[in-house]
Structure formats: structure tokens, C-alpha cells
């Protein structure tokens, strides 16, 4: 091989150009969808299907300009990929963010008539679009800079702020703030009721499935048996265990004087709990239990060789040892519980679900909207904390 | 004190130890060498009871361990392992007070016997002590389990290949470094270890074994002098087992008062090995050498023609004994 070869030519050095092709998907499929989709729709009232609008119609030419401008500089930094590239795109998106409610407020103010006091403004598809994208942007940014946990969710916090305070303010012909806005006591009740029930079902969970991991180790007949039913648990359709629940529990509840001073009937509480805990059980008991397995055989045979007791090789080895692994248990357990507790409005249970079954009812989306948002959100502020409290509890901070 | 004798150790039809009898003094470094899967790791955690033996006595000052209470046992037994035997979510300081603490010590009698073994071993306290072992090199976490082991001021030491996954330099370092720490500790040891080399570095007692028995046993020169059969001998190292006992051999043990005859060129200190000493004579092109003390000052002489014919002497009065 001669020396020349051993030269960068050209061709390699244009084989060294990487562009982000992530961001610059997602930045493109924002431009499609901004432009393509609808806006906003606008409806006289609540039950009546609003006239859509696209980009141009709802917040003019200056703001679409804007808009896609934004999304081109994302592209644009994209095609050459740096670290300082990566903060000026996280910058461009928090600004994205922090203008969409004002893009609301510029499509209210134009396209509701002020005279008409149900009128309302519904959030459209090029909209919801754009949100989840730049959220996926998020998580991209947060790998290729290698951000925390915390830092996400901080901005998003932040961000979320600012809307809310857009929200009360100024949006007030927002269709899913009149919603809010016509039942705010009724959604810091559900929201309240949804939190209980999800703490309650994760709680139990956690203390049982302890215990049946722990069990499972000891007799290990029972861990076939265990995992067959938890499994079996698994594939009943919620709705349905809840209804298999209602028969034997309202019976209970008629025929035991004393389970029924304790709240226990066919419908309410009691059958959404023990549903809720029956589902939360197999995650909690399947992770609890290889997290206390997992632990290393030779770490735990020089604890026996140090002369520690067996209770004392357990809490002080063997289980903080597992604590990270048991606690990507919970997390998995507890958001699965959120979700689920929204069927449990079915049976009277209460919670954010209630809003979801009766806009259903009522074909009023934005009702719908009201509670599964707030689902959501809960849903993935649940994900972070103790994603972030599981990584906090490695020991001595090890990735 | 240990004393094994006739200890064997079955697992259901299979005899990993066969019928053992061995005997550790007081203060004395006990090395078990071997091929791997040759019971000489079942034999160490027999002696702590990590494993019952099945037949025979193992005996611990005066008495049998079965009566024991096998935790308290293990207390006032140190024990290290390869690296992967610390605690990952403790700190150093609080791996090494593991015992002093189940053995419910004061916390502040525990914290000064930290920070003293982390003297004696070489881990500064300020740069360490709050360090998690996998932040540790390998040399590092092993000088930690070392001074887990010790924490308790135990009189009996076992070592399960605890240099096993460590580079050949820091191996060579940590092990005279025990070597040191062992002449002034004296500490009964019962080290195991497939590498040979180390053993006889090491060892005030060799113990060869090959498929759960004893194959022969007694000091490094010994066994190097005379090894039993073939088997011990390849693992002595067949043709190399001359040198490797002249490495044994100290310079002073061989050396003459100075003659009348010019001195010569090449100088070697008197504590130096012989093996160093015929390195030098190679390297130098000569067959005498002149021992000087610390102070570089002549002492002796030291000839190749004796140092052969010691060597045969050695051998005879083995023979003769």
C-alpha cells in the first residue's frame, strides 16, 4: 500500500458528513403536519362538530412564516450535527413550546365570535401532532446530550407552567377550559380520587408482592403456581374483572354486616381496588422476584463467609442490592396502574376516568380530553420520579 | 492452630475431598496448590464451614468446629476472595468495618481500626474511604478485601485465590506486600491458589493436591528438591525447578569469607536470591561474585563451583535424612 492510500480523500471525508436523520425527520414531518392538517376547529357549541383551520386561517401568514421557520432551523442544525447545534435545537423547541398557547390565543381572538358565549375553540390534529413530535425531539436532545433524568422533566415543568398560566388567563374560550372550567371542583375531586386509588393499589402491591417474592424463594412449588394465576390475572380484560367482582362482593357486602361497615359492596371502592391490586401484582411479584435473584451468588457467599446471619445477608445484602431493579417494578406497576384506574370509573369508583366515560356518554370530546390529559401527565410525571429515584438508589451512584 | 485430619467431603456420589490430614501451626503460611476442580477450595470452606465436611475432624485450637456456632465461627475467621466478593453499594471504609460491626465493636473503635488498616495497606483514607469498589482497579479492591478480612484482628486468615484476576505486576506487588504484612502479622493462613510460582513465593508449607487427595506436602525446597512423582514435578515446573529454588535460597546461605584472591568485579548485597546471583554471573561472564553488605562494603564471595556443589550436597543430606 503506498503512502497515497493512506491519505483521507474526498470520498472519505464526504462518508465522515452524519446528518441527525432523526431530528431531521421529525422536523420535517412537523412542516407536513403544520400545513397539511387542521389547526384549530371552531364550534358554536359543545356538542356541534367545528369548522376546521389550517396554519394561514388560524394564526396568519406572519405566524405560519414564523412557525415554519422554527421548524426549518431544526433541519437546518440537524444536517450538521454538534453539541452546540444539539442546545441551539433544544432552545428552538423550548421556544416552539412556550409559543403554542399564544398561537391559541391568536386563533381565538380572530376566528370565535366574541358575541356568541358557547362558542369555543378546539385543539386540531396538525396541533397535537406538532406536540408530540417535538416531545419525541425531547427525548432525541436528551439522548445526544446526554441529560439526566431530571433535566426533561424540569423544562417540562416549566413549560407546563406557563400554559396553565395561558389557560387561566387568556384562553378562556378554549374548549377544554370551558370544560374544565364549568366542573373545576368535580376535576380536583378526580384527580384526588385517582391518585388514592393508584397510591392504595401500588401500595398493597408492593408490600404483597414482597411478601409472595419472598415466599416464592422459600417454597419453590409455589412459584409455579403463583406465576400461573398472576399470569392468568393478567389476561382478563379489566372490564370484565370488574364484573366477575361485582356478583361476590355485593353479596358480601349484603350478607357480612361487618364488610359492609368497612365500604365493601358490589360496585365502588372496593371491587376497583382488589381489580387494580390483581393486575399490579404479577409486574411487582415478577420484578420483585428476579431483582432478589439477580443479586450476585459470590457477593452473597462472602457475606455468609463474613459471618452475617441470614436475616442480616437479606436487608443488609441482598436487598438493597435489589432495590433498583424491585423499584423499576413499582414504576412499571404504578404507571399501569394510573391507566387502569381510568376503567375503574366504570364501576363507580371516581377518579379522572369519570370524565372520559362521560364525555363518551355525551359525545363531547374536549370532556374527554379533560380526563385523559390528566392521566397522561400523571402517567409520565410517575415514570420520571421514580425512574429517577430508582437510578438515585444505584449503589454509590453506579450507571 | 488447624488440624484436618482424615476429612472428606462427598457430594451425593461424588468425592470431591478425599480423606485430607493436614496440619497448619500457629503463625505458619499454609499454601493449597492445585488444578482447578482438585478440592482444594472445598477444603478451605470446610474450614469455615461454608461447607460441612462429610466424615473426619477439623480441628481449631483444641476443639472441633462442629462445635462451633457456625456464624461466630465465621467471625473470627478472616476470609478473602477475588475482587468480587466486596460489597458494590458500601463504601470502602464500610466493607472493611463489616465484621468489628456485626460483632457489635463502638463506632468509634470501629472508625480507628478502619483507618488504621487502610495504613497498613496502602489506601490513603481521605482519597478512599468514601470510594465504592467499582471505582476501584483491581489491585485496589483487593488490598480492601485484605483489610476486610483482617478488620476483626482475626488469628486465622483464608485466602481463596485472591490474586486469581489481578495483572502479573500488581499480583507480583500485592503478594510481597502479604509476604511483608505476614512477617509481622503472623497470622495462621490457609491460602489457595493454582499458581505455583506464587505458592512457593509465599509459602512456609506447600500442600499439592490432585483430584481431592493430597499428593505430597512440605516446605517449598523440600518438595522442590525431591518432589513425589511426575505430577508435582511438571507443576514445580519440571526443568525449571532448579532455578526455581535458587530462588528460594538467600545469597548469605552460600557465601565464603573473602580469599586471598583479588575480589571480583560484580557485586550483589547478601539478601539477594541465588537465582539473581547466577543471573548476574551470566550476564557478567563470571563465576565469582563478590556479597557486599547494606553499605556496599565486601563481606564474602560467592562461587559458582560451590554454589553447584552445595546444591548436590543439599540433595545427599535430603536423601540421608
Redesign the interface.
Given at each position: 500500500m503506498s503512502l497515497i492510500d493512506a491519505l483521507p480523500s474526498p470520498a472519505l471525508r464526504r462518508r465522515s458528513w452524519h446528518p441527525n436523520s432523526v431530528l431531521l425527520c421529525l422536523s420535517g414531518v412537523m412542516l407536513a403536519s403544520a400545513w397539511l392538517f387542521s389547526l384549530v376547529s371552531v364550534a358554536p357549541n359543545r356538542i356541534v362538530t367545528g369548522t376546521s383551520f389550517g396554519i394561514v386561517d388560524a394564526i396568519g401568514w406572519p405566524g405560519a412564516a414564523l412557525i415554519s421557520m422554527l421548524f426549518m432551523a431544526i433541519a437546518a442544525l440537524a444536517t450538521v450535527p454538534s453539541q452546540g447545534h444539539y442546545r441551539a435545537i433544544l432552545g428552538i423547541i423550548m421556544l416552539t413550546l412556550l409559543l403554542m398557547p399564544f398561537g391559541l390565543m391568536v386563533a381565538g381572538h380572530w376566528l370565535v365570535d366574541a358575541s356568541m358565549p358557547q362558542a369555543r375553540l378546539g385543539i386540531g390534529a396538525a396541533y397535537w401532532t406538532v406536540l408530540f413530535v417535538l416531545l419525541l425531539c425531547l427525548v432525541e436532545l436528551r439522548l445526544r446530550l446526554g441529560l439526566s433524568r431530571w433535566w426533561p422533566t424540569l423544562i417540562l415543568s416549566a413549560i407546563g407552567a406557563v400554559w396553565w398560566g395561558c389557560a387561566a388567563l387568556w384562553l378562556g374560550n378554549l374548549a377544554l377550559v370551558q370544560e374544565f372550567q364549568a366542573r373545576d371542583t368535580q376535576f380536583y375531586q378526580a384527580v384526588k380520587q385517582h391518585i388514592a386509588l393508584v397510591s392504595i393499589a401500588v401500595g398493597v402491591s408492593v408490600v404483597l408482592g414482597l411478601l409472595l417474592a419472598m415466599l416464592m424463594r422459600r417454597y419453590q412449588r409455589l412459584q409455579k403456581v403463583a406465576f400461573a394465576l398472576l399470569n392468568f390475572l393478567q389476561t382478563i380484560p379489566s372490564l370484565a374483572l370488574f364484573g366477575l367482582l361485582l356478583a361476590p362482593l355485593a353479596w358480601l357486602g349484603a350478607n357480612v354486616p361487618m364488610l359492609a361497615a368497612l365500604g365493601i359492596s358490589g360496585i365502588g371502592n372496593a371491587p376497583a381496588l382488589i381489580a387494580l391490586i390483581a393486575y399490579s401484582l404479577l409486574p411487582m411479584v415478577r420484578n420483585t422476584y428476579i431483582a432478589l435473584e439477580e443479586v450476585s451468588v459470590e457477593t452473597l457467599q462472602a457475606a455468609k463467609a463474613m459471618g452475617m446471619r441470614t436475616g442480616q445477608r437479606f436487608w443488609q445484602v441482598r436487598f438493597p442490592l435489589a432495590l433498583p431493579v424491585l423499584l423499576e417494578g413499582v414504576r412499571i406497576t404504578a404507571v399501569q396502574a394510573v391507566g387502569l384506574t381510568a376503567v375503574a370509573a366504570l364501576i363507580g369508583a371516581g377518579g379522572l376516568g369519570t370524565f372520559i366515560f362521560q364525555g363518551l356518554g355525551q359525545a363531547a370530546m374536549d370532556m374527554v380530553l379533560l380526563g385523559a390529559l390528566p392521566i397522561l401527565i400523571l402517567a409520565l410525571m410517575v415514570d420520571a420520579g421514580l425512574g429517577a429515584l430508582a437510578d438515585a438508589l444505584r449503589p454509590g451512584g453506579q450507571e | 492452630m488447624i488440624e484436618l485430619s482424615h476429612v472428606s467431603k462427598r457430594f451425593g456420589d461424588e468425592t470431591a475431598v478425599d480423606d485430607i490430614t493436614l496440619r497448619v501451626a500457629k503463625g505458619k503460611f499454609c499454601a493449597l496448590v492445585g488444578t482447578s476442580g482438585c478440592g482444594k477450595s472445598t477444603t478451605l470452606r470446610m474450614i469455615?464451614r461454608?461447607i460441612e465436611h462429610s466424615s473426619g475432624d477439623i480441628i481449631l485450637d483444641g476443639q472441633s468446629i462442629e462445635q462451633y456456632d457456625p456464624?461466630?465461627?465465621?467471625?473470627r475467621i478472616g476470609?478473602v476472595?477475588?475482587s468480587?466478593?466486596?460489597?458494590?453499594?458500601?463504601?470502602v471504609a464500610r466493607n472493611i468495618g463489616?465484621?468489628p460491626r456485626?460483632l457489635k465493636w463502638p463506632a468509634t473503635e470501629i472508625t480507628a481500626r478502619v483507618e488504621e488498616l487502610m495504613g497498613v495497606l496502602g489506601l490513603p483514607v481521605g482519597e478512599f474511604a468514601h470510594?465504592?469498589?467499582?471505582?476501584l482497579s483491581g489491585g485496589q479492591a483487593q488490598r480492601v478485601g485484605v483489610a476486610?478480612a483482617l478488620a476483626a484482628d482475626p488469628d486465622i486468615l483464608l485466602m481463596d485465590e485472591p490474586f486469581g484476576a489481578l495483572d502479573p505486576i500488581t499480583r507480583e506487588k500485592l503478594q510481597d506486600e502479604l509476604a511483608k504484612l505476614q512477617s509481622r502479622l503472623h497470622k495462621t493462613v490457609v491460602f489457595v491458589t493454582h499458581d505455583m510460582d506464587e505458592a512457593l513465593r509465599l509459602a512456609d508449607h506447600l500442600v499439592v493436591m490432585r483430584d481431592g487427595r493430597i499428593v505430597q506436602q512440605g516446605s517449598p525446597l523440600a518438595l522442590l528438591q525431591q518432589p513425589a512423582d511426575p505430577f508435582v514435578d511438571s507443576l514445580l515446573g519440571g526443568l525449571e525447578r532448579g532455578l526455581k529454588q535458587a530462588a528460594l535460597t538467600r545469597v548469605k546461605d552460600h557465601m565464603t569469607s573473602l580469599g586471598p584472591t583479588l575480589p571480583a568485579q560484580s557485586r550483589i548485597p547478601t539478601d539477594f536470591s541465588l537465582r539473581q546471583a547466577l543471573s548476574m554471573m551470566l550476564r557478567d561472564h563470571c563465576d565469582r561474585l563478590t556479597v557486599v553488605d547494606q553499605n556496599d562494603m565486601p563481606i564474602g564471595e560467592l562461587s559458582l563451583r560451590r554454589i553447584v556443589k552445595e546444591a548436590q550436597l543439599d540433595k545427599v543430606s535430603q536423601r540421608d535424612a
Open positions: - | 469455615n461454608l456464624v461466630k465461627l465465621r467471625r476470609y476472595i477475588q468480587t466478593g466486596l460489597f458494590p453499594h458500601w463504601n463489616l465484621v456485626l470510594k465504592y469498589p467499582h471505582q476486610r
